[in-house]
C-alpha cells in the first residue's frame, strides 16, 4: 500500500474516531507528518479486563494492541525488558504474564499465577529477579522468583503483614497493603499499608521477613502510594507519601540503621493535597491517589480523586530540601475526568500521562514546563474514557516503556 493511500485511510479513521468523542487516538500520524519520536505506552484496567498499547507521536496517541480476559481488573503493569509484561487482577488471586513485543504490538499469555487476591501493586529487586506483589485484598506481601530466562513466576512466600487496623469503618476494617516499593540502595521494600496506617520495612536479605513497622499519624490517613528521595541516589535521605483517606502527603526524614531494623522514618512535614483554587467539593469523598518526584528532584506531583468538583485534579509541589519543611503548593490542573488513579512521567520528564476511571476522557498527555515544572492546563492529547469502557470503569495504569524514531 502506498503512504498516501496509508495515510488518507487513517485520517477516515481519525474522522470516525471524533465523532465518538475521541480527541486523538487513532491512525498513526507520525508516519504521515514525517520523521517523529513515538512513545510507547502501556494502560491497564477497565472492566472488560484490557490492557493497551498505544503509540503517542506528540499530538496523539494511536491504540495499536489490545488484549482483553473479560472479568479481569489490570490496574498495575510492570514490563522487563525486553519483551515480558507482568500484570495484577485486582479481582481475582491470578498474576499474569505476556510476551509482550514492542516492535510489532503483540500481547500473548504465558502464565496465569495463583497468588494473593487483589494484588495492586508489583516491583522488581534491583536484579528483576525477584517480583514482590502488593496483595491489598488480602492483607498479604507475595514474594515470586521471575529469574527464569522466560520469565515464569514462582511464588516463594505470602507474607501476612498483620497489625490493627485503623479507625474508617470500610476502609480500614483490615490490613490493606497498597504499595511495596524498592528503596534505592535495592535491600528493603516498603509497604505502605492503607488499612493500617502503617509503612512496613521488608528486608530482601532476611528472608523477605517484617523487619520494621513505622505508625503513620493521624489515626485514619490511609497510606496509599510513596517515593523515595534523591531520584538516582544510592540511598535515600527521605520519603514523601500520599495518604489517600486523609488527602495528605507526608514528608519523612530516613535513615538506614545499624541494627535489625533496617529503616527509620521521622516525619518532618504534613500538607494537604489540594491547592487554595481547587478545594475538593465533597472532603469526605477526596482520596489522594498517585504521587511522583521528577527526575531532577525539584518537583512533586499527586492526583486528587473523588473531589465531588466536576472534575478531579492533580497537584504540583515544589521541593527544597534546604528548608525544615521542604514542601510547598505551587499549582493544579483539572485531570480531564474523575478518578484519576495512577499517572507517570514520561523518560524525559516532558510529559505526564493520566488515566481516569469516569468523566470525560480516559486516557491524557501533559505536557511539562522543564523549568517551573508547571503542567499544561488542557492536555495535548486526550481518548474519550467511551473508547476504553463503561462510566466509572476506565484505565488505572498508563506508563512509558519506550521511545523509537519513525520514518515515513
Not at 525488558?81 to 499469555?109: C, H, K, M, Q, W
Not at 492503607?194 to 520495612?201: A, E, V
Request: aromatic share 8%.
Amino acid at each position: 500500500m502506498s503512504s498516501d493511500m496509508r495515510c488518507s485511510q487513517q485520517e477516515a479513521v481519525v474522522k470516525k474516531v471524533t465523532a465518538l468523542g475521541a480527541t486523538a487516538i487513532a491512525g498513526n500520524r507520525s508516519e504521515c507528518a514525517g520523521d517523529a519520536d513515538v512513545n510507547k505506552v502501556l494502560i491497564g484496567g477497565g472492566p472488560s479486563g484490557t490492557i493497551s498499547v498505544a503509540d503517542f507521536n506528540g499530538s496523539s496517541f494511536n491504540i495499536v494492541a489490545n488484549n482483553t480476559v473479560a472479568g479481569t481488573s489490570a490496574s498495575w503493569l510492570l514490563f522487563k525488558e525486553p519483551n515480558l509484561l507482568y500484570a495484577v487482577d485486582e479481582n481475582s488471586n491470578t498474576t499474569r504474564l505476556f510476551n509482550f513485543d514492542p516492535d510489532i504490538n503483540e500481547l500473548g499469555l504465558v502464565q496465569n499465577a495463583t497468588g494473593s487476591s487483589g494484588v495492586v501493586f508489583l516491583e522488581f529487586n534491583k536484579e528483576k529477579t525477584v517480583m514482590v506483589g502488593a496483595g491489598y485484598g488480602e492483607g498479604t506481601v507475595d514474594v515470586w522468583d521471575v529469574s527464569a530466562r522466560n520469565g515464569a513466576m514462582k511464588l516463594l512466600k505470602s507474607i501476612t503483614v498483620g497489625g490493627t487496623p485503623g479507625p474508617v469503618s470500610g476502609r480500614q476494617d483490615s490490613p490493606h497493603p497498597h504499595q511495596a516499593l524498592l528503596d534505592p540502595s535495592g535491600r528493603f521494600f516498603v509497604v505502605n499499608d492503607l488499612g493500617t496506617d502503617t509503612i512496613l520495612i521488608i528486608d530482601s536479605k532476611a528472608d523477605f521477613d517484617i523487619t520494621n513497622r513505622i505508625t503513620v499519624k493521624p489515626a485514619g490517613n490511609g497510606p496509599r502510594h510513596g517515593t523515595f528521595y534523591p531520584p538516582g541516589a544510592h540511598k535515600a535521605t527521605h520519603y514523601f507519601l500520599a495518604s489517600e483517606i486523609a488527602s495528605l502527603i507526608k514528608a519523612f526524614e530516613l535513615t538506614y540503621t545499624d541494627n535489625d531494623k533496617g529503616l527509620e522514618f521521622k516525619e518532618i512535614q504534613s500538607i494537604s493535597t489540594f491547592g487554595d483554587d481547587f478545594p475538593p467539593a465533597d472532603p469526605t469523598t477526596a482520596s489522594a491517589g498517585e504521587l511522583v518526584i521528577s527526575a531532577d528532584g525539584k518537583h512533586l506531583y499527586v492526583s486528587n480523586r473523588l473531589t465531588g468538583n466536576d472534575t478531579d485534579s492533580i497537584s504540583h509541589f515544589s521541593i527544597d530540601m534546604g528548608k525544615d519543611e521542604p514542601l510547598d503548593f505551587v499549582d493544579q490542573i483539572s485531570s480531564g475526568g474523575v478518578q484519576p488513579r495512577m499517572f507517570s512521567l514520561a523518560a524525559d520528564d516532558s510529559l505526564l500521562f493520566s488515566t481516569n476511571q469516569d468523566g470525560d476522557d480516559g486516557l491524557l498527555a501533559f505536557t511539562r514546563d522543564a523549568h517551573t515544572g508547571s503542567l499544561a492546563e488542557k492536555p495535548v492529547a486526550s481518548v474519550s474514557l467511551e473508547v476504553f469502557g463503561a462510566p466509572s470503569f476506565g484505565p488505572q495504569y498508563v506508563k512509558e516503556v519506550g521511545t523509537k524514531r519513525r520514518k515515513s
